[in-house]
């Protein structure tokens, strides 16, 4: 862990950390055991924390990062999902409302068409009007006064103008027809030459008066004149309407849009993404601070083993029963001179007093590191069981998405279809005017959309198999260090007796003494569990047992008995009682110890057929 601290500073810690230590080195002994003592403490329960830094880095970098990865990708999903869902009602709202707006947006055309419509009839009529107020063709001087001052009214007036004008019309054909007559009696006169012959040859060229029959079309021109009856009021309504129109009237449609905010869900789901984010933040910073002040914690793991270290040193020289549980050589030099002395000796050690010591220079291992090892081992189940918890978790939720991923596959398909029609029939001027205006409600939209939630699906990973390899190896180098931390915990006691030899032989002698008392006391005892043993009746099963052993010898291969004494299995070294009537048995050693005599057959001693017991200080193995 990276500390804040200046180059300077860092540099007079390490001349004063070398200052101090090389005074320990010189001065105490007690600084040159702990310092000694950090190689094994560093394999052991102190050392392995160390390691318990890199299983939590492993599970924190592997499954947990793949679980965080995961959840990060579910938010995506949820968050895409949402998005989607406010982008199909946006798509929907749109699609119901388009023919609205076309309809909208072609009436303000139509306003537009219909004012240059308007001026496009009002120029139409001024040809109409000029038709009928030109005064070309006829002389209105020739209007037979009425007597009256009263203006005449445009249906009287176009009658009157189309009457002189068929009068006008009569009088130039009969100017016209008189003249061609003269023209052609001119030419035929100037073509025939012979006197009397052009005469008569030209003679009905002089029949110029027939034109004069022309002047009969008079009353037809008086009593049918093709104008209708209803022109004048017509004209004067049309007339009146067109100038309305090119004065008055004017189209102009307008609408306004407002914005409401009909798509709650959108502000919902971006609030929702917004939470979820800042609370996945949150967590994600607890945790990384969690995980920094867990290496700072590490960063000062050397202190913990030197303290630890010096601990045990401190204890090894002030506790003469701690860790005092090794038979050593000078613990066997002991006996082989008491052996030679013809007094008591302990080894080799009963089984139950094997049981509680360690003899190192034994590759296998005792009792006493066994109980240690499957504690330590056990203290590993937590961790085993979180990184099965997390990478189960994390398999589990992999599984979910992967399901969603591949069986969550929606594709939208949105086909909307709006047709309005309205037929204006007519052929008239209004007709035409309102087919131009209330035509723009004829509108036809088609929309066609076509998504998926391809984008929106997860993509969860899942762990490799070298993943899971790198997550579970500290775990498993955790477990090996507990298997082989016996080694480095009997190298202890050998560097302490290194450099305090005085002090490891008085701890010898003391163990050595402490289980002569015990040797003596646990005779007395095993003396009396087997009187009181011999005075009870036997049991039916231990009856059936000897009678079988009895009249089947073979079966003692099978049904093995064991020394009545210590309790180790029988061998054909065992020696039974000599008395037939006594089934007890007893090893080599035992029968020795107890000088050939049997205990649950011999005299009874009232002192013995009492309860007895003695406290008994245990050597402690020191984890």
Same mark, same amino acid.
């Given at each position: 862990?990276?500390?804040?601290?200046?180059?300077?500073?860092?540099?007079?810690?390490?001349?004063?950390?070398?200052?101090?230590?090389?005074?320990?080195?010189?001065?105490?002994?007690?600084?040159?055991?702990?310092?000694?003592?950090?190689?094994?403490?560093?394999?052991?329960?102190?050392?392995?924390?160390?390691?318990?830094?890199?299983?939590?880095?492993?599970?924190?970098?592997?499954?947990?990062?793949?679980?965080?990865?995961?959840?990060?990708?579910?938010?995506?999903?949820?968050?895409?999902?949402?998005?989607?869902?406010?982008?199909?009602?946006?798509?929907?709202?749109?699609?119901?409302?388009?023919?609205?707006?076309?309809?909208?947006?072609?009436?303000?055309?139509?306003?537009?068409?219909?004012?240059?419509?308007?001026?496009?009839?009002?120029?139409?009529?001024?040809?109409?009007?000029?038709?009928?107020?030109?005064?070309?063709?006829?002389?209105?001087?020739?209007?037979?006064?009425?007597?009256?001052?009263?203006?005449?009214?445009?249906?009287?007036?176009?009658?009157?103008?189309?009457?002189?004008?068929?009068?006008?019309?009569?009088?130039?054909?009969?100017?016209?027809?008189?003249?061609?007559?003269?023209?052609?009696?001119?030419?035929?006169?100037?073509?025939?030459?012979?006197?009397?012959?052009?005469?008569?040859?030209?003679?009905?060229?002089?029949?110029?008066?027939?034109?004069?029959?022309?002047?009969?079309?008079?009353?037809?021109?008086?009593?049918?004149?093709?104008?209708?009856?209803?022109?004048?009021?017509?004209?004067?309504?049309?007339?009146?309407?067109?100038?309305?129109?090119?004065?008055?009237?004017?189209?102009?449609?307008?609408?306004?849009?407002?914005?409401?905010?009909?798509?709650?869900?959108?502000?919902?789901?971006?609030?929702?993404?917004?939470?979820?984010?800042?609370?996945?933040?949150?967590?994600?910073?607890?945790?990384?601070?969690?995980?920094?002040?867990?290496?700072?914690?590490?960063?000062?793991?050397?202190?913990?083993?030197?303290?630890?270290?010096?601990?045990?040193?401190?204890?090894?020289?002030?506790?003469?029963?701690?860790?005092?549980?090794?038979?050593?050589?000078?613990?066997?030099?002991?006996?082989?001179?008491?052996?030679?002395?013809?007094?008591?000796?302990?080894?080799?050690?009963?089984?139950?007093?094997?049981?509680?010591?360690?003899?190192? =220079?034994? $590759?296998?291992?005792? &009792?006493?590191? +066994?109980?240690?090892? @499957?504690?330590?081992? !056990?203290?590993?189940?937590? /961790?085993?069981?979180?990184?099965?918890?997390?990478?189960?978790?994390?398999?589990?939720?992999?599984?979910?998405?992967?399901?969603?991923?591949?069986?969550?596959?929606?594709?939208?398909?949105?086909?909307?279809?709006?047709?309005?029609?309205?037929?204006?029939?007519?052929?008239?001027?209004?007709?035409?005017?309102?087919?131009?205006?209330?035509?723009?409600?004829?509108?036809?939209?088609?929309?066609?959309?076509?998504?998926?939630?391809?984008? =929106?699906? $997860?993509?969860?990973? &899942?762990?490799? +198999?070298?993943?899971? @390899?790198?997550?579970? !190896?500290?775990?498993?180098? /955790?477990?090996?260090?507990?298997?082989?931390?016996?080694?480095?915990?009997?190298?202890?006691?050998?560097?302490?007796?290194?450099?305090?030899?005085?002090?490891?032989?008085?701890?010898?002698?003391?163990?050595?003494?402490?289980?002569?008392?015990?040797?003596?006391?646990?005779?007395?005892?095993?003396?009396?569990?087997?009187?009181?043993?011999?005075?009870?009746?036997?049991?039916?099963?231990?009856?059936?047992?000897?009678?079988?052993?009895?009249?089947? $010898?073979?079966?003692? &291969?099978?049904? +093995?008995?064991?020394?009545?004494?210590?309790?180790?299995?029988?061998?054909?070294?065992?020696?039974?009682?000599?008395?037939?009537?006594?089934?007890?048995?007893?090893?080599?050693?035992?029968?020795?110890?107890?000088?050939?005599?049997?205990?649950?057959?011999?005299?009874?001693?009232?002192?013995?057929?009492?309860?007895?017991?003695?406290?008994?200080?245990?050597?402690?193995?020191?984890?």
């Amino acid at each position: 862990m990276p500390l804040d601290v200046s180059e300077t500073r860092k540099l007079n810690l390490t001349w004063w950390l070398t200052v101090m230590t090389a005074l320990g080195w010189a001065t105490s002994p007690h600084f040159r055991c702990a310092n000694l003592l950090m190689v094994p403490k560093f394999l052991g329960k102190e050392g392995r924390l160390y390691v318990v830094s890199f299983v939590f880095a492993a599970i924190y970098n592997g499954p947990v990062a793949n679980l965080w990865y995961n959840l990060m990708e579910t938010k995506r999903s949820m968050e895409c999902v949402v998005e989607l869902q406010v982008n199909h009602t946006g798509i929907l709202w749109k699609a119901s409302t388009a023919p609205l707006r076309q309809v909208m947006e072609q009436l303000v055309e139509s306003a537009e068409t219909l004012n240059s419509e308007i001026h496009n009839v009002s120029r139409a009529f001024v040809d109409l009007n000029e038709q009928v107020a030109n005064d070309e063709g006829y002389d209105l001087k020739q209007r037979p006064g009425t007597g009256t001052e009263r203006a005449p009214s445009t249906q009287e007036l176009y009658a009157t103008k189309t009457k002189l004008r068929c009068e006008t019309v009569i009088q130039m054909g009969l100017v016209r027809c008189t003249s061609h007559f003269y023209r052609m009696y001119k030419k035929c006169m100037a073509q025939v030459r012979l006197p009397l012959f052009n005469h008569l040859i030209c003679l009905p060229m002089q029949f110029g008066f027939l034109c004069h029959m022309i002047k009969f079309m008079r009353r037809w021109c008086e009593k049918r004149i093709p104008v209708d009856g209803n022109f004048g009021h017509t004209y004067d309504q049309v007339n009146d309407s067109v100038n309305s129109l090119s004065q008055e009237f004017s189209a102009s449609i307008t609408y306004q849009e407002e914005h409401h905010k009909m798509l709650v869900g959108a502000e919902v789901a971006a609030q929702l993404r917004e939470d979820v984010t800042s609370q996945l933040r949150q967590e994600g910073a607890r945790l990384g601070l969690a995980v920094s002040f867990f290496r700072l914690l590490l960063s000062f793991t050397f202190l913990f083993v030197f303290f630890s270290a010096f601990h045990y040193t401190y204890k090894y020289c002030h506790k003469i029963g701690f860790d005092n549980c090794y038979i050593t050589t000078y613990f066997r030099q002991i006996d082989a001179r008491r052996r030679e002395q013809n007094k008591q000796t302990l080894l080799p050690l009963l089984k139950e007093e094997a049981s509680s010591f360690i003899f190192p =220079c034994k $590759p296998a291992l005792q &009792r006493p590191e +066994r109980l240690h090892m @499957v504690m330590e081992l !056990l203290r590993c189940i937590p /961790l085993l069981l979180f990184l099965l918890f997390v990478c189960g978790l994390d398999h589990f939720i992999f599984t979910v998405l992967s399901v969603i991923q591949h069986h969550s596959f929606i594709e939208y398909s949105y086909q909307t279809s709006h047709h309005l029609s309205v037929n204006v029939m007519g052929t008239s001027l209004m007709a035409q005017l309102l087919r131009g205006t209330i035509g723009a409600l004829n509108t036809s939209h088609d929309t066609e959309v076509e998504t998926s939630n391809l984008a =929106c699906l $997860p993509q969860p990973t &899942r762990m490799t +198999r070298q993943q899971y @390899v790198s997550t579970c !190896l500290p775990l498993g180098a /955790l477990a090996l260090l507990c298997l082989a931390q016996v080694y480095p915990f009997r190298l202890r006691r050998a560097i302490a007796a290194f450099y305090f030899p005085k002090r490891e032989k008085t701890r010898v002698l003391f163990l050595y003494n402490k289980l002569l008392r015990q040797r003596k006391n646990f005779l007395y005892l095993q003396r009396g569990r087997v009187a009181r043993q011999a005075r009870q009746p036997p049991e039916l099963g231990t009856v059936l047992l000897r009678w079988c052993r009895r009249r089947w $010898p073979w079966l003692r &291969r099978c049904l +093995r008995q064991k020394c009545t004494l210590c309790g180790t299995p029988e061998t054909p070294q065992h020696q039974p009682c000599p008395n037939p009537d006594c089934f007890a048995l007893y090893c080599e050693f035992c029968w020795k110890l107890m000088w050939a005599t049997c205990l649950a057959c011999g005299p009874a001693d009232p002192d013995l057929a009492q309860e007895s017991s003695e406290d008994e200080e245990e050597e402690g193995y020191a984890g």
